[in-house]
């Protein structure tokens, strides 16, 4: 996501604007599986401490989804107050929020998913585990609806032999990005991140099935779903 600020407040030209510290990136998944991308507006009154206290929409992005995980995003913002001198000042700013989808560079995105796995090997990490998923999940949403089996190859490379068993006989045939889920709760059965895997995947798998049914037919998609159920549940 881009961000990027406009100061539109009422403080003299002598003062210091606002400028944005630390947030929270929130862009849902239903968004991002509908290939959603588009520009938000926001308002934000940033008070003397640095927080957003108001968030408005300035100009909809034409999706209750994006502008919803804006106003969302934007209230996690922290910001360097707008300052007069040494008194801190409260500042209307405003800030376009773009939803985008990054091209991933699958080879560095191997290499870094190898690292977090090392490190997570030496030492079990929350933080670290949650790093993972989030790479993970570039991964899940990189591309859009038609098949890519070129990811399949990194997705091989990077599950655990009982995730991979679930794509038997589809690697060749069927994106396998459901893998990643399953994978992670396999790995880190116990992780606050697993059980987040759990309901990402219940809800990735709604519209997923359907895709499934549609390119291999109800009992290969059936097979799948079956093995992914079975492989969580063990």
């Known amino acids: 996501m881009f961000f990027a600020l406009i100061v539109s407040c009422a403080v003299r030209r002598e003062a210091v604007v606002p400028v944005l510290l630390d947030y929270e990136l929130y862009y849902p998944d239903e968004a991002r599986r509908q290939g959603m991308e588009g520009t938000v ?34 209230k996690t913002f922290t910001f360097s107050p707008a300052m007069k001198g040494d008194e801190a000042l409260k500042a209307w700013v405003r800030v376009p929020i773009e939803f985008k989808f990054i091209d991933i560079d699958y080879d560095q995105w191997l290499a870094e998913v190898e690292v977090m796995q090392r490190r997570i090997e030496k030492r079990y990490d929350d933080d670290a585990i949650e790093d993972l998923y989030d790479l993970y999940r570039q991964m899940i949403f990189s591309s859009g609806e038609s098949p890519d089996f070129e990811i399949n190859e990194y997705i091989r490379a990077v599950v655990v032999e009982r995730a991979a068993l679930i794509w038997q006989g589809y690697w060749a045939v069927y994106p396998a990005r459901v893998v990643l889920y399953v994978d992670i709760i396999i790995r880190y059965p116990d992780s606050f991140t697993a059980l987040k895997a759990r309901a990402d995947l219940g809800k990735y798998l709604e519209l997923e099935e359907i895709a499934m049914r549609h390119i291999l037919g109800s009992d290969r998609a059936d097979t799948l779903v079956t093995r992914i159920t079975e492989a969580i549940e063990y």
Do not use: M
């Not at 926001?42 to 502008?67: F, P």
């Open 41 to 74: 507006y926001v308002r934000v009154l940033v008070n003397r401490s640095g927080k957003a206290e108001e968030v408005v929409i300035a100009k909809s992005s034409g999706s209750y989804l994006l502008d919803s995980a804006a106003v969302r995003t934007a």
